[in-house]
Antibody, heavy 118, light 106 residues
Framework: EVQLVQSGPEVKKPGESLKISCKGS????????IGWVRQMPGKGLEWMGN????????TYSPPFQGHVTISADKSLNTAYLQWSSLKASDTAVYYC???????????WGQGTLVTVSS | SYELTQPPSVSVSPGQTASITCSGD??????ACWYQQKPGQSPVLVIY???KRPSGIPERFSGSNSGNTATLTISGTQAMDEADYYC?????????FGTGTKVTVL
């Protein structure tokens, strides 16, 4: 069974750093792009960027470029999303998802709730 | 930046057909896909490459894409289909989601 399991909820203060994870199983992790998607409270889905774990090739959506870093460790079958300095506006649920060759996201993680509050 | 626009809400009676549109510049020249998201759950892919259904998705879900509009159609809508639906396409190697549509089954 293809699965993406994300790390647990986080509560952070503004200015703190954070790295959340997404571990894949049940398929060849290095053969598919992994995308990251943000969903702010009560709002829609926003594409953040993606990474190809086979060679760590990464793309970012313009609004997120420079604000987050996407990485992967293929030896651990794990992708990461990190912030160096969180803001209150980063409060959201963050999803990772496997990207098919056909470009759609066919398997999603359970989501990681990140709360940033002083 | 590329934008995809959906109606905020669609209402449908049980057993009837719901149509959800997704509008974007020359969207018909790109592949569109659709996701269903129920409250508190992760999104689920219901249509990809305009018209294809992933394994396990009921036949009542279908899609089309032409001109500037992609459409998700739910035939014989059931109460379990009540959810938010998002279209998605790619522009300049970046994914773009639609604004989302809340489908209410009355």
């Amino acid at each position: 069974e293809v699965q993406l399991v994300q790390s647990g909820p986080e509560v952070k203060k503004p200015g703190e750093s954070l790295k959340i994870s997404c571990k894949g199983s049940g398929y060849s992790f290095t053969s598919n792009w992994i995308g990251w998607v943000r969903q702010m409270p009560g709002k829609g889905l926003e594409w953040m960027g993606n990474i190809y774990p086979g060679d760590s090739d990464t793309t970012y959506s313009p609004p997120f470029q420079g604000h987050v870093t996407i990485s992967a460790d293929k030896s651990l079958n794990t992708a990461y999303l990190q912030w160096s300095s969180l803001k209150a506006s980063d409060t959201a649920v963050y999803y990772c998802a496997r990207q098919l060759v056909e470009m759609a996201l066919d398997c999603w993680g359970q989501g990681t709730l990140v709360t940033v509050s002083s | 930046s590329y934008e995809l626009t959906q109606p905020p809400s669609v209402s449908v009676s049980p057993g009837q057909t719901a149509s959800i549109t997704c509008s974007g510049d020359k969207l018909g020249n790109k592949f569109a896909c659709w996701y269903q998201q129920k409250p508190g759950q992760s999104p689920v892919l219901v249509i990809y490459q305009d018209t294809k259904r992933p394994s396990g998705i009921p036949e009542r879900f279908s899609g089309s894409n032409s001109g500037n509009t992609a459409t998700l159609t739910i035939s014989g809508t059931q109460a379990m289909d009540e959810a938010d639906y998002y279209c998605q396409a790619w522009d300049s190697n970046t994914g773009v989601f639609g604004t989302g549509t809340k489908v209410t089954v009355l």
